[in-house]
């Protein structure tokens, strides 16, 4: 199986309109282009995911203009898209047809393919003490890394075919409720990463 985008190349940055920010504020937020193929035989549905998985591990470090977060803090996944249910007849999702502009509070109901189901984020959990944000961040929100971040964050799209139409989960579900339901139905994953950074002084 094979996954591939028109919105940006596998290993390189991802354009500001597919984050949530930029360096004067907030960016397009849009879904990237996703096409996959070769999918096998036996699919019947498909999962997918997007993860950062050089998110800091110390709050109290982001956002700071006294200091910048130095490469080698231990780094965690955070999670931007978890979507289930993709009907096994779908080969490809358009740039911005699940997500485009941001939604104060999160998406309730995210567009998305006909019977597929979008979980939780993780910026419902980031944003849980700001009143002016805090609510249920359902599908895609895009890149948002701290700006003084000295890491080149990277954003993995995982998809996954099931031999399963549907996940049995809870309706606030969240990536790591998929990982365990998906475990005794996955046939194969494919896997893309596009990167992005929010501070001028990060190369790559």
């Known amino acids: 199986m094979h996954l591939t985008s028109e919105s940006f190349e596998h290993r390189h940055?991802?354009?500001?309109?597919?984050?949530?920010?930029?360096?004067?504020?907030?960016?397009?937020?849009?879904?990237?282009?996703?096409?996959?193929?070769?999918?096998?035989?036996?699919?019947?549905?498909f999962v997918l995911l997007c993860i950062d998985t050089d998110a800091p591990t110390d709050p109290s470090t982001v956002g700071r203009d006294d200091m910048e977060i130095p490469v080698e803090q231990p780094r965690a996944d955070f999670v931007h898209w978890a979507m289930v249910d993709i009907p096994a007849s779908v080969r490809e999702i358009a740039a911005g047809s699940c997500s485009d502009g941001i939604t104060k509070h999160g998406k309730q109901a995210p567009k998305g393919p006909p019977g597929a189901r979008?979980?939780?984020?993780?910026?419902?959990?980031?944003?849980?003490?700001?009143?002016?944000?805090?609510?249920?961040?359902?599908?895609?929100?895009?890149?948002?890394?701290?700006?003084?971040?000295?890491?080149l964050h990277r954003y993995f799209f995982r998809l996954f075919a099931l031999r399963v139409p549907k996940l049995e989960l809870p309706e606030d579900f969240t990536a790591a409720d998929v990982f365990h339901a998906l475990q005794p139905h996955e046939i194969t994953e494919a896997a893309i990463y596009g990167t992005y950074s929010l501070n001028a002084k990060v190369k790559g």
Request: no cysteine; glycine share 14%; charged share 20%.
């Open 13 to 45: 940055r991802i354009p500001a309109e597919f984050a949530m920010g930029t360096p004067e504020g907030f960016g397009g937020n849009r879904n990237p282009h996703l096409a996959w193929s070769d999918a096998p035989a036996d699919t019947q549905s």
């Open 118 to 151: 979008q979980g939780l984020n993780d910026y419902t959990g980031w944003f849980a003490g700001d009143a002016d944000m805090r609510g249920k961040w359902r599908g895609y929100d895009g890149p948002y890394p701290p700006f003084n971040d000295l890491r």
